[in-house]
């Protein structure tokens, strides 16, 4: 059985949530969207590659967050405010719609170390279901 | 959307700051009505409108009354919910801080959050009270919403789904309703409401539920069967004025799905899928054929008594939900060639076949005389257009059937014919005529009076070289000079016979070389001279001990091959015993003996001449009949119940005797007491034993032990002993090979049951197919009952998912239940999947609503087996 649970990459981790990799997690449109394939098992102890390379992937998804964050939300903020002014369309405005349809196009997910530790068969499942998902 | 907070920071327009602010403010209210009504629902068990809408109603104030309390609810705990859920990254906490200081609610749109909710939710509110939030100052109230603006709930799908599963959500609320609340006529129940209009029955919830499901079955369900079986559990559970509204859609339905549904697969679906799922169909639909009859008739009784609470109307509406094609596949021998053959039949009508030439029509009481023309008249055309005709046919327990309707099925190529329960006499000359074939006839009725005395010689004279095997509820006259076959010829073929009586063709000493079983209702004057390759006899009714001496001898004389003998009835003594060993040949072979009791020792103490008698029977049985597998005595060992135990000991084999240990694998004795000796006698035998009663002092203590000993049991009484439910459960789950347990009495009166049953379900092995609960009255209202909950049996099963039947038996009536009845989520609201299973005729042990239930059960087995 292949567990998707933990598919997309966790946001940053924030002091005092307990396991928010778990709970917090990047929205697809984003992953795909994004320009460096990114890791599933960032900051988590899931991940079983050197030190280095764990630290490589959470900076990769670190990145990927603060690029939400720092470029395409205020990106969002400056088209919507500039497109829309109406306060009647304002209030009908679907926010939720807008926030989930940031991004376009498809990136590979990284090969994160737990992957590689899936036999072939398995690896061929697993990508086959991710298709599925997509 | 956990961003909104970081979207909301960089907003400058005022107009979109209060949007994302409301879009935020609007969830975490959402979640929380959400929380607090699931957190209720734990709590209360209660699924009605009232508390619910309650609680929306001090929610939505809290949230938009203008109170003190209001604005501590959006400083604190409404605060720390978007903390958390939006505006926890970077600096948002700390502008989020900043308004709150301030008047909070003017950041926000309380008229949008407020028009949003119900909709999300699933409360209807008044379309008065939605224009007024619009009005100004609206909101400076400190109530804004009152109870009787909330007009009610409705359970809210997401994922797309349409009005055709809101049915099914539905249905699951009346589940989970409490026992309690069901009924409206409780006036203690109606205090708990201040409104008559929010105080919805068990009722109003599934006549919703059949409304929906009439509206939507046809074109919106996506899987037309399992629709069927939602209607038909909410169909069979409503009250009798609403079952009589529903009644009319729901069989219109049922006829759509025969007559066009089952011949049209889905698209899309594998060929494998979609005969499974017409299987699904076909044993829901056989259910629903008793369930249906319980509710339009008062009992499942042989003789037709309609309920009066049901017109003509109805009564004709069920007889239309019974369709031949699906009724004649159900008769087909047995569950494997339903699941073959017959459902190929049934999907591709056109394919030649020859299932409809051999049937088997058992328990089919609930067709009228007219249905029963109707299934004829399909079976027929059926046979002509395969070109075939009968070769077995039986019909046991069909009381409604008129015999002569099945002169068109009868013809040479019948080989096996047996008519049980109707009147076989007026087919009588068409079976002597057309029938030269037959290798097994039974005509059994307790109608028939007037029988010609030479019907033997009648039906001898056309079916002499093929019939084997006869069984007639007449007597057997030679009535000299009629026929051209002889005394010495009559019956030379036959290897069976079963009759009332045949005293004249005995003393005549009639030649039947071939006769393996004989059947009689009366003893006297026999001689077996004629018949030296019989194996087993059987006197049904009454027989004197004088009469029984005579029988033994004469067979000892006679019948060395004897393996069986049977006198339900009779009262067997060490005289008879010693009469039959006197037959070496029998001593070898005998392996069933089956009698009412022990005659006890005339003269002196009683009590201690039955015990010594009794013990000298054992004792010989043990030591000259070696084959012995079998033993029923069916009143009961030994006068006196303590003695039982020891009693046992004499089938012991002595220490250093030479005689072998019997291979007893059946015993049938009413339980005593005297564990001590019963522990030894199941060590003796526990290799060999799978059927036994234990007795009454058996306790908890006792079951480690019983554990050892009866791991090969198949069959366990244990109505007698004194087990709690821990021994119980502990005792049941170490007896892997077990099919059928009754369970402790004491465990089976009113509320023990439930608990039992619940205790026992989980650990009950996969084999086991029925629990009998023996109780001390009638229950007619006992399972299902609306004062008795009735726990969902299958689902506690885990994983073992075969049905098991319940049967609740009392003195003259039983209630059987089938768990999962209607697919596997054995759910079908207060039991009403349990069904009167009323005997017959008095001392029969036939009921038509078991035999049917055996067969939908085993149909769910052997479904489950192939799949």
């Known amino acids: 059985m292949l567990d998707f649970s933990r598919l997309w990459p966790p946001e940053i981790p924030k002091p005092g949530v307990r396991a928010s990799f778990l709970i917090r997690k990047l929205r697809p449109e984003l992953v795909r969207s994004y320009s460096k394939p990114l890791c599933s098992d960032a900051f988590s102890r899931f991940q079983t590659g050197s030190a280095e390379e764990k630290a490589e992937n959470s900076q990769d998804v670190a990145d990927a967050f603060l690029h939400m964050l720092k470029e395409l939300i205020p990106t969002l903020v400056a088209k919507l405010q500039k497109e829309i002014s109406d306060p009647e369309s304002i209030a009908k405005f679907n926010v939720t719609e807008a926030l989930h349809e940031q991004g376009k196009g498809c990136s590979p997910i990284r090969s994160s170390s737990s992957f590689d530790d899936l036999s072939c068969r398995d690896k061929y499942a697993a990508l086959g279901c991710l298709v599925v998902s997509f | ?867």
């Open chain 2, 1 to 867: 959307m956990r961003h909104l907070g970081v979207l909301w920071c960089h907003f400058d327009n005022k107009d979109w700051k209060n949007r994302v602010l409301t879009e935020a403010v609007f969830r975490v209210a959402k979640n929380t009505i959400q929380t607090l009504m699931r957190r209720a629902m734990k709590t209360l068990q209660f699924v009605n409108d009232e508390p619910y809408i309650r609680l929306i109603v001090d929610y939505v104030n809290l949230l938009f009354g203008d109170t003190e309390e209001s604005a501590a609810y959006w400083k604190t705990e409404l605060r720390w919910n978007l903390e958390k859920n939006f505006f926890y990254v970077g600096d948002c906490t700390k502008h989020l801080k900043r308004i709150v200081k301030k008047d909070f609610k003017e950041h926000v749109s309380l008229v949008s959050i407020l028009e949003r909710l119900p909709g999300k939710l699933g409360f209807q509110v008044n379309e008065e009270f939605m224009q007024k939030i619009r009005t100004q100052g609206f909101f400076r109230r400190a109530v804004v919403v009152k109870e009787q603006d909330l007009l009610g709930l409705e359970p809210v799908v997401t994922s797309g789904l349409t009005e055709q599963p809101r049915a099914f959500a539905l249905y699951e609320q009346v589940i989970i309703f409490p026992h309690q609340f069901r009924y409206p006529d409780l006036s203690s129940i109606k205090a708990f409401f201040t409104d008559d209009k929010h105080f919805a029955t068990r009722d109003d919830l599934l006549k919703k539920t059949t409304q929906t499901l009439a509206r939507t079955a046809k074109p919106l369900s996506s899987n037309h069967f399992l629709t069927f079986r939602l209607w038909s559990k909410a169909v069979i559970a409503l009250s009798d004025e609403e079952f009589l509204k529903a009644f009319p859609a729901y069989v219109a339905y049922a006829k759509w799905l025969f007559g066009l549904k089952i011949l049209q697969p889905t698209e899309g679906l594998s060929e494998e899928t979609w005969r499974s799922f017409v299987l699904e169909f076909v044993k829901d639909y056989l259910w629903m054929v008793l369930g249906l009859y319980e509710r339009c008739y008062s009992s499942l009784a042989s003789i037709e008594l309609r309920d009066p609470r049901y017109d003509e109307n109805t009564i004709q509406l069920y007889q239309d939900f019974l369709d031949p094609a699906l009724l004649v596949l159900s008769a087909l021998p047995s569950a494997q060639a339903v699941i073959g053959e017959g459902l190929s039949a049934l999907l591709e009508p056109e394919r030649p076949t020859n299932v409809y030439e051999n049937l088997n029509f058992v328990g089919f009481d609930f067709l009228s005389e007219r249905k029963w023309a109707d299934v004829f008249d399909y079976i027929g055309r059926q046979l002509k257009r395969n070109g075939g005709g009968m070769r077995e046919l039986r019909i046991v327990e069909c009381t409604r059937l008129d015999t002569s309707i099945l002169g068109p099925l009868l013809g040479p190529m019948l080989t096996t014919l047996e008519i049980v329960g109707p009147s076989w006499l007026p087919l009588f000359p068409s079976i002597c005529s057309q029938c030269r074939n037959l290798r097994r006839l039974v005509l059994s009725s307790r109608r028939d009076y007037s029988i010609p005395d030479d019907w033997v010689q009648q039906l001898m004279a056309t079916m002499h070289d093929s019939l084997r095997e006869l069984s007639l509820s007449g007597h057997l006259a030679y009535v000299e000079g009629v026929g051209s076959l002889g005394a010495d010829c009559l019956l030379a073929n036959l290897e069976l016979l079963s009759c009332e009586s045949a005293t004249d063709l005995f003393a005549k000493e009639f030649q039947m070389p071939n006769l393996r079983s004989l059947s009689i209702s009366e003893s006297r004057g026999y001689s077996f001279k004629g018949c030296p390759a019989l194996r087993s006899f059987t006197v049904r009714g009454y027989i004197r001990d004088t009469d029984m001496l005579e029988v033994c001898q004469r067979l000892a004389e006679s019948c060395p091959l004897s393996e069986e003998i049977q006198f339900p009835d009779g009262w067997l003594a060490i005289e008879q015993l010693e009469a039959l060993s006197s037959s070496e040949a029998i001593c070898k072979n005998l392996r069933k003996i089956s009698v009412n009791q022990f005659r006890p020792l005339e003269g002196g103490n009683e009590d201690d001449l039955c015990l010594a008698h009794e013990t000298l029977v054992l004792r010989l049985l043990s030591t000259k009949f070696s084959s012995i597998t079998h033993l029923s005595v069916t009143t009961g060992l030994s006068k006196v119940p303590e003695n039982q135990g020891e009693l046992l000991q004499s089938l012991l084999s002595s220490p250093g005797s030479d005689n072998p240990k019997l291979p007893l694998e059946y015993l049938l004795v009413s339980p005593g007491r005297g564990v001590t000796g019963w522990l030894s006698f199941l060590h003796q035998f526990k290799d060999t034993l799978k059927e036994v009663a234990l007795p009454g002092d058996v306790t908890d203590e006792h079951v480690s032990e019983l554990g050892d000993l009866l791991t090969g049991i198949e069959a366990v009484d244990l109505s007698a002993t004194l087990l709690t439910i821990s021994g119980l459960k502990r005792l049941l789950s170490s007896l892997r090979s077990l099919t059928l347990v009754r369970l402790p009495s004491a465990l089976c009166r009113g509320e023990k049951l439930a608990a039992a049953l619940i205790a026992i379900m989980p650990i009950l092995g996969t084999q086991v197919r029925t629990v009998f609960a023996n109780i001390d009255c009638l229950v007619n209202e006992g399972l299902g009952h609306p004062q008795s909950a009735w726990p969902r049996l299958l689902e506690l099963r885990k994983g073992a998912v075969l049905p098991v039947q319940v049967v609740i038996e009392g003195i003259d009536n039983s209630r059987a239940k089938l768990t999962g009845a209607l697919g596997r989520e054995d759910d079908i609201i207060d039991g009403f999947d349990a069904l009167i299973v009323r005997r017959l005729y008095p001392g029969s042990d036939q009921s038509a609503a078991k035999l049917r239930l055996n067969f939908i059960q085993s149909l769910h087995w052997e479904g489950n087996t192939m799949a």
